[in-house]
Structure formats: C-alpha cells, structure tokens
C-alpha cells in the first residue's frame, strides 16, 4: 500500500512540475510556483485575498505586456497592458466570450444557470432578456423604493443612536441593500433592521460568499471540474437553494396570475421573459428562446449573489474613506446641503443623479475600492497575445481555454496610471481631469459585452442610501487598517466594519 501512495505523490510531482513549466517554456515571465499550488499558496491557507496574488506579479514585471500566474495547476495569463485588456474584452470578445469558471445546471441547478456562469447562445439570449431590467428609466422607477428602505434605515438610526456611537457598518448596509433588492427586484416590503428575522435576509446572507471553504469551491470548478463534478459539489447547498426556489416562484405565480399588481420590477422582466416579450438592446421583441421557472428562479438568485455584498460593501468603503478623509467628507456634506429639505425633494433620481461631487467621490472609492477585484474570462479559439513586452522575441500563442483573469485591483492602483494611488481624490474624476484617464485602468465594473449587468443599479442604491445618511450623520474612523479578508472573493475588510456615526445636529 505504502508503495502505492509514493508511486501516486511521485507521479503527480513530476504531472506537476511539467504543468508548471507553462510559462517559463515559452518565454512569459512568471513568479515561482509551488509545486500543485501553484501561486496560490497564501490564498490556499486563507492569508491572502485572491487579487493581492494577483498584484504581487503586477508589481514584480513592470515592463511586461502580460504575465503567467498558475491557479494550481492552471495556467491564467494576467494582461497588464491597458491596449490588450481592450483587445481581450471589446475588440476580440467573439474569442474570449466565456468566463474562466463554469459551473453546469446538472451539477449545480440554482448556481449554474445564472447569467454569470451561462455560455454562448444560452447568455446571449439570457442577457438581452435582462437588460431592460437595469435600463436607466427602470432604475428612475425604482428610486423612490430604494429612498424608502433607506428612510427606513436612517428612522431606525434615530431613534437608537443618540450620540456619536461605534457602529458595525456592516449590520446597517447588509439590511438597507436586502431590502432594497426585496423591494426593487421582487416586489417584498420588509424591514430588516426592525425585522432580521425576515426569510428574505436569512437567505439572502446564506447567499453571500465569505469563507474560504465556499472559495476554495469555486477554484475546485476553475482547475478540476470533472473531480468537481464528480463529487456534486454545489455553491448553494440543496436545502438553500429549495427555500429560494419556493420563495421566487411564488413571486412568479402572484405575478402570472395578476394576484398582486404588476410593478416595474425586476420579477415582471422575468415573467416577461420567460413569455418571450422581453426586448433586447436593440428595441426588437425577442421571441426566440423561452426560459423555465428555474432559470429564472437562478436569475433572481444572482442578485443576492452578485449584487448584495458588493453594494452593501460599496457603501462601507464609501463611509470608512469619508471617516479618514474629513475634507472630502465635509465637501461632500456641502454638496448635500444644497438639497432641499427631504420631504420637498420632488425628482429624487435627478436629485441625486445631479449631485456631482458625489459622483466623483462613488468613483474614487470604486477606484480604491473595486469590490469585485479581478473579472475572469476563457478562451473560445486560439489566440495570438502578442510579444511579452514591445521588442521581444517571445509571444504566446495559446489554444482555445486559457483561462485569463483581468488584474482590475492593480491596475486601479497603479502609479503609472494613477498618481499617489492609494490617496483618496475624488478630483480625478472630475470634468476637467476625467479625459486624462487612460483608457481601460477604470473598470470597477469590468469592460465589453460582459460588462457588469447592475453597475447602474447598484451605484444608485449606494448613492440613494449615502444622500439621505450623510446629511444626517457624520462618520469618522476607529483603526485605519486596510487589510482585505482573505476569505472572500469579493473585496471587503478583514479587521471588521466599526466606525464612529456621529449624529449632525
Ligand atoms: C458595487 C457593486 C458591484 C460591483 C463593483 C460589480 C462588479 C462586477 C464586475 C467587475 C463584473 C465582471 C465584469 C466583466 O467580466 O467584465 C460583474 C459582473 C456581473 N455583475 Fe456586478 N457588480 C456590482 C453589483 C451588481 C449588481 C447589483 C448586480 C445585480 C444583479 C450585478 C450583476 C452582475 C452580473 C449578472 C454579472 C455577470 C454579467 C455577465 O456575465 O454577463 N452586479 N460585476
């Protein structure tokens, strides 16, 4: 027996060594990996935040146009040339159309049928169904709801902080931003700071990835799918993802049998869809491909999975940066001042919309703060990247599947492109200075055709909730630790979410 596991640990030494020498036998630089963990050791032993991998090679090869990073045993090649993001994600998309993890509907029924993980023709016709759900005059309609949960929130404040307070941010924003997806996007009024016990919110959390078991699972789907496979493992636990279903197909029969009043939400484009009456971005009806209850019950999962912590952790960041930063905070405050009072504020969305300095300040913290740190794609064909740096007689040609993660956190932080980079300043975005922005070193919300479904979405309900709390509370910060939680894939803080919330007047 002994000598079967030595010939097995032998073998699957050399399997990876050879598999690890990727790179360097073509000429792309790399950093040293490990044998079978690649450069994901510190990640692996739940140290480190996935994108700060990610960064030590971005820093370690300046001069490169791209480089090799092994997630395990799997080659991802990290573009760092802004000229080639462009390529991968605009103007070579048609080769580049999927993403590096896949998760099928038979391993995974819930997960793996949401437009994340979805493939050719299936994403196409899912995500021209889904457009119109996040379109700009959706959102307008949409604002007034998100004005009340966040009323909702800053009530319930008043009446339980009376001086200034330490505070877990987290509590207030994880309850504003699931009440706003109940309301906005399914039609459910709920209170989850008065009410935590609400069905909604227990699932919502349980939907929120933040342990390094949960991703671990996803780089199990990215390097060993079969196993994965093998084995059923699933992102949603089956009896999650029954009480989801329950819940959101209910919606949808309140909804086809007109027991409640159509709203213009985000269960109606569902209904919608699964009918074959939704337009696609070009006006045209859609009739093409009708979807079943359960995709869509998955669709509606994707918002608490892609949309509740990078909101709710949006707003965080937004309100620790306002807590070190008090010049920002008080120019800010200015800005708010110019509103009218609250209850004569007639055009909420062009209110806020109008608010430019708190626009400039939601790209700043996106800048420092790109939630979702790094975007992932897979190639459809056989691609040409080019030499490894202009003159070099090096350039790799890969067959159809390497796997390609978008270093977003990095290049957001590069000096190059970003001068004092870890420095709040808003300015950078303003009128006069938002053309100097070399293209593609923004994109919290990714670039191309898979760009970010919600961005529009989730950047009103920040600043809807950020209006109405910043002019009634002032926030300042406990500990000044950055540090990210290696235990998510998202970004969010590893030292907890405490701050001082200090009541203005
Ligand atoms: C601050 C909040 C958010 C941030 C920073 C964020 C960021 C991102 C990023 C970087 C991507 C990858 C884009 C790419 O590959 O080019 C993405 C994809 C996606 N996001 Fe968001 N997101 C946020 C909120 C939301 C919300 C509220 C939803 C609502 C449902 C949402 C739904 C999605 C979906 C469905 C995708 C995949 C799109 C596709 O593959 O076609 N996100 N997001």
């Known amino acids: 027996m002994l000598w079967l596991i030595v010939l097995l640990v032998t073998c699957l030494y050399f399997y990876s060594r050879k598999r690890l020498k990727y ?110 759900a996040f379109s700009g005059a959706r959102c307008r309609s949409m604002a007034p709801l998100m004005a009340d949960s966040a009323s909702a929130v800053v009530n319930y404040l008043r009446e339980t ?32 700071l008065k009410e935590p016990d609400n069905c909604i919110f227990r699932l919502g959390k349980k939907a929120v990835i933040q342990d390094t078991n949960q991703v671990m699972k996803f780089f199990g789907y990215e390097n060993m799918k079969s196993i994965m496979k093998l084995l059923q493992v699933k992102i949603i636990p089956t009896e999650d993802a029954e009480q989801f279903s329950q819940l959101f197909k209910s919606a949808l029969k309140a909804r086809r049998e007109k027991l409640v009043q159509p709203r213009p939400d985000f269960i109606q484009i569902l209904v919608d869809a699964a009918q074959g009456k939704a337009k696609d971005t070009d006006g045209n009806t859609n009739n093409e491909e009708k979807f079943s209850d359960d995709d869509l019950v998955a669709q509606a999962v994707l918002f608490y999975i892609a949309g509740y912590d990078t909101t709710a952790n949006l707003i965080y960041y937004f309100l620790y940066e306002m807590a070190v930063n008090p010049r920002v905070q008080d120019k800010l405050y200015e800005e708010l001042s110019t509103l009218p009072e609250e209850e004569k504020v007639q055009y909420l969305y062009e209110s806020v919309q109008g608010l430019e300095y708190l626009d400039m300040c939601v790209n700043e913290v996106l800048r420092l703060w790109p939630l979702v740190g790094s975007a992932d794609r897979r190639s459809v064909a056989p691609y040409d990247f080019g030499p490894t740096f202009p003159g070099s007689k090096h350039r790799l040609i890969a067959p159809a599947g390497i796997h390609v993660w978008l270093p977003i956190y990095s290049i957001h932080r590069d000096p190059e492109y970003w001068p004092e980079p870890n420095v709040c300043e808003p300015e950078r975005f303003s009128k006069e200075r938002k053309a100097d922005i070399v293209p593609y070193t923004y994109m919290p919300f990714g670039n191309g055709p898979r760009h970010c479904i919600g961005s529009r979405f989730a950047v009103l309900a920040a600043k809807v909730f950020l209006t109405k709390f910043l002019r009634g509370y002032k926030t300042r910060a406990i500990e000044t630790s950055t540090r990210l939680s290696p235990r998510a894939f998202i970004l969010r803080p590893a030292d907890g979410y405490q701050l001082i919330v200090e009541p203005r007047n």
């Open 23 to 132: 790179f360097s036998s073509r000429g792309v630089c790399t950093l040293p990996p490990v044998p079978l963990l690649g450069n994901l050791t510190a990640v692996t032993l739940g140290r480190e935040n996935f994108v700060e991998a990610i960064a030590a090679g971005y820093d370690a090869f300046k001069d490169q146009r791209y480089f090799g990073l092994y997630q395990y045993l799997v080659p991802t090649l990290i573009p760092r040339d802004p000229e080639l993001i462009r390529q991968i994600m605009v103007r070579d998309f048609n080769s580049f159309a999927d993403r590096g993890v896949h998760i099928d509907a038979d391993c995974d029924p819930l997960f793996g049928r949401n437009l994340i993980m979805l493939t050719g023709s299936k994403w196409r016709s899912m995500r021209a169904s889904l457009s119109p």
């Open 161 to 192: 902080v009376k001086g200034e307070q330490a505070m877990d941010i987290n509590t207030i924003t994880m309850s504003y931003v699931n009440d706003v997806i109940a309301s906005c996007a399914f039609g459910f009024a709920v209170n989850s």
